[in-house]
């Protein structure tokens, strides 16, 4: 029987007709995901659901979607869909991540110029018949120095149009390579010193703790006088308020907002201030976009339930299910091998080298391969998975590279990352005991034996006495509970390490106590997803 496909938001014909093509039964039923009783009492009937944010795929919904084994996304975001309902009931949830970045590349470009022409103010006051000529003087973009905070995937079509407009463009992105950065023709830079040297700023990174009001009050303060800011990415990545104060004394120029801290924003610091461009979150909102990921969905579900292929899956490796019997925790393992590599480190990576030994070596290496990378990627965005990790990496000019062998130690097998920056390589091994749990075994070629918490302390200091003690002091006058504590050296009165597995993340105040002790090279709060 010919797998069945239910599409209950909008969708273009073209992929509706993707899936008939392909030989799959599908009801193209636009309206039917507003109407959530009417979608419960049919949704047991279908394999694939198609979807775009009208429809709620919520847990309740789920209980009654027996035969479903995919939910297709066409779109980025999936906040609509309980995901975590999902993998419990075992049904892959898919997205499109790729489908609109021209697009809002092109907006961002698009309220670049406008803001740096005031072509709206213009624009309203000629229809008003004023004719003010004068009162619009603008800027030209041409020779301008563009500042781009985050060279990702759309990031870089912003820089490639950027130069085509012949704009010197400099970017910070922790994650750019400088090779990548000579082939892209721009000029990687810290933070620092693209706040005093752009005339216009743009921002292309996802919202995360280390992104969140990137642009703060500080930062704002140390851009250039006459600056233009355009944010066509996330809101929350800019401090609005205090934007607004440096648009009204004329520090900055102008400023272009394609999304807010607030939306729907029906009221921000921004509005009805001169030269500000606002725009309802319009950035994939053309129709080549909607079509595109409409189009890309429909081949991606086909390919699911014809032939078994997982692509941009947000809730399960690449693997098939034989495979995911047995690998499961060695995917899990790969994942926080690569979640600890890309915690401790702050500098640009260009090379993650990952060694197979034993039992896993006969595994399917390019899932764990994908699993490691996520994990490691994960900090800088969130919403990466293991489908698009290596492509993240890969455009960041990161190279990956896969060693496999025979046992060749105490453990029956285990997977060893290194990651390499221009400054060093740190490198981390782990295995995964009979119990199914992932364990810990060496860091820095120091042999341990850690399970992994969802919280934990990793710590660096010189093999000397009284390392426990103050450990155990420190976090237990701060209401910190210990599960478990590893040590581990690599001679008497050389470099050891603790990695700590604790109940609750340890508050700053305490991790500034232990740095006030001057016995810790290193104090380093981590946190690992163990569901």
């Known amino acids: 029987m010919a797998p069945k496909v239910l599409v209950s938001d909008k969708l273009s014909e073209t992929a509706v007709q993707i899936f008939r093509d392909r030989g799959i039964d599908v009801d193209f ?96 006051s000629t229809h008003a018949g004023k004719w003010e000529k004068s009162k619009f003087m603008g800027t030209e973009l041409t020779n301008k120095t563009l500042g781009v905070i985050g060279a990702g995937n759309i990031g870089g079509i912003v820089c490639d149009r950027a130069r085509g407009l012949k704009m010197k463009v400099i970017a910070y992105d922790p994650f750019l390579s400088e090779e990548k950065a000579d082939k892209m023709g721009i000029e990687k830079v810290e933070l620092e010193e693209l706040l005093p040297r752009a005339d216009f700023i743009t921002l292309h990174v996802p ?33 609005e308020e205090a934007l607004a104060e440096l648009l009204k004394s004329g520090h900055v120029a102008g400023a272009a907002f394609d999304v807010f801290k607030e939306e729907p924003a029906k009221e921000n610091a921004l509005f009805n201030l001169p030269n500000v461009v606002c725009t309802p979150h319009l950035g994939a909102a053309t129709t080549e976009a909607q079509e595109n990921v409409a189009l890309q969905v429909a081949e991606q579900m086909s390919n699911y339930l014809l032939t078994g292929a997982v692509e941009n899956a947000l809730n399960m490796p690449s693997v098939t299910a034989e495979e995911a019997k047995v690998m499961g925790p060695w995917i899990k393992l790969a994942e926080h091998l690569g979640s600890f590599s890309g915690q401790m480190t702050d500098e640009p990576i260009t090379a993650i080298n990952i060694l197979y030994d034993g039992v896993v070596s006969d595994m399917n290496l390019a899932a764990l391969n994908c699993a490691v990378v996520a994990g490691i990627m994960k900090k800088a965005n969130p919403d990466v998975n293991m489908v698009s990790a290596p492509v993240v990496a890969k455009e960041r000019g990161i190279q990956i590279s896969t060693t496999n062998q025979d046992k060749s130690g105490t453990f029956d097998g285990y997977i060893k990352v290194t990651v390499v920056t221009d400054k060093r390589e740190r490198s ?61 050296r690599a001679d008497v009165g050389g470099e050891a390490i603790a990695l700590l597995y604790v109940d609750e993340p340890v508050p700053a105040d305490a991790r500034a106590k232990l740095a006030e002790t001057d016995m810790f090279r290193q104090i380093k709060p981590l946190v690992f997803d163990v569901a």
């Open 207 to 239: 919202f995360t703790d280390a992104t969140a009001n990137i642009l703060s009050a500080e930062n704002l303060a140390k851009t250039k006088k006459g600056v233009r800011i355009v944010n066509c990415a996330r809101g929350g990545l800019v401090d």
């Open 29 to 124: 039923l636009p309206d039917l995901g507003k109407d959530k009783d009417k979608l419960a009492e049919v949704i047991g009937q279908y394999d694939g659901l198609a979807i775009r944010s009208a429809t709620k795929a919520t847990a309740k919904l789920l209980e009654k979607a027996d035969n479903l084994k995919v939910i297709g996304r066409a779109g980025i975001g999936t906040d609509n869909v309980d995901k975590e309902a999902a993998s419990k009931k075992g049904v892959i949830v898919m997205n499109t991540p790729f489908g609109n970045m021209i697009t809002t590349a092109e907006h961002a470009i698009a309220m670049m110029f406008a803001v740096a022409r005031q072509i709206p103010e213009a624009s309203e």
């Open 428 to 488: 981390i091994a782990g295995t995964v005991f009979s119990d199914g749990k992932p364990r810990f075994i060496q860091i820095k070629g120091i042999n341990i034996d850690a399970e992994v918490g969802a919280n934990m302390l990793y710590t660096t200091n010189e093999d000397v006495p009284g390392i426990i003690g103050t450990l155990g002091q420190t976090l237990g006058e701060n209401g910190v509970n210990i599960a478990n504590f590893t040590l581990g």
